[in-house]
């Protein structure tokens, strides 16, 4: 079978079109948020690194609900501000905003990054096992 690649939505060619790869065929009309750069996949790094946050969260706090603002950089503002911000009322909440934005960004497969916040649960896990015990607030 030979596939043929063909433009038709008017944006052109992003780096990383032509991959040589016949299954990976564009899909019309999608383009990343930003250039998908050249980085591992498997398992993606930011939902290594939110994945466990999210997971030390919910075993210190001993709920789900984690009530919190993540503060950033906003565009429409001055140089350096923090004036961006987004509230997660669960750690679900926190999980799931990183899978989507690594993969509406144009970074990660889905698949990937929620492999990444799967090691990072486990990794936190284990880690607050064997290296953490817990207070004693019976003093």
Not at 16 to 38: A, H, M, Q, S, Y
Not at 55 to 68: H, V, Y
Not at 84 to 95: G, I, K, N, P, Q
């Amino acid at each position: 079978m030979s596939w043929q690649l063909v433009k038709v939505d008017g944006f052109g060619p992003v780096p990383g079109f032509e991959d040589g790869n016949p299954n990976t065929i564009e899909e019309i009309g999608w383009r990343p948020l930003i250039v998908t750069p050249g980085h591992p996949e498997h398992p993606a790094a930011h939902g290594s690194i939110t994945g466990p946050m999210a997971t030390i969260f919910t075993e210190i706090l001993c709920t789900e609900a984690i009530d919190l603002d993540v503060r950033g950089f906003d565009t429409a503002g001055a140089a350096g501000n923090l004036d961006a911000v987004r509230h997660f009322a669960t750690a679900d909440d926190l999980r799931a905003e990183i899978v989507n934005a690594r993969l509406w960004a144009g970074l990660h497969y889905r698949g990937s990054t929620e492999a990444g916040v799967e090691l990072g649960r486990k990794v936190a896990r284990y880690g607050l096992r064997h290296a953490f015990r817990p207070l004693d607030h019976a003093e």
